[in-house]
Nanobody, 117 residues
């Protein structure tokens, strides 16, 4: 199983980035997909979820600014981040979760987002 995250970088406050996470080795359409982020010295926090039925959930700090989406044909989940703030700076991780009787969870390697003020 591999989750390859990409799209991070340096952006000014108010700017936008789109993160991608390409999955292989899993039946992608069956998995709920999550984006987490972890800033230095802080715990890893859930940012957004898209379920296998395309229901989306967002953490309060990103509501109205971030959009999670998925393309099952490409085995890829996206995180469109608009109106970025310095406090959005973190390493962003994608996570795949399967929980239908059994439970499986896989993590990507993370992609760094830095928002300058």
């Amino acid at each position: 199983v591999q989750l390859q995250a990409s799209g991070g970088g340096l952006v000014r406050a108010g700017g936008s980035l789109r993160l991608s996470c390409a999955a292989s080795g899993i039946i992608f359409s069956r998995y709920d997909m999550n984006w987490y982020r972890q800033a230095p010295g802080e715990k890893r926090n859930l940012v957004a979820t898209i379920t296998n039925t395309a229901t989306t959930v967002y953490a309060d700090p990103v509501k109205g600014r971030f959009t999670i989406s998925r393309d099952n044909a490409k085995n890829t989940v996206y995180l469109q981040m608009n109106s970025l703030k310095p406090e959005d700076s973190a390493v962003y991780y994608c996570n795949a979760v399967y929980h239908d009787g059994s439970f499986s969870s896989f993590w990507g390697q993370g992609t760094l987002v830095t928002v300058s003020s």
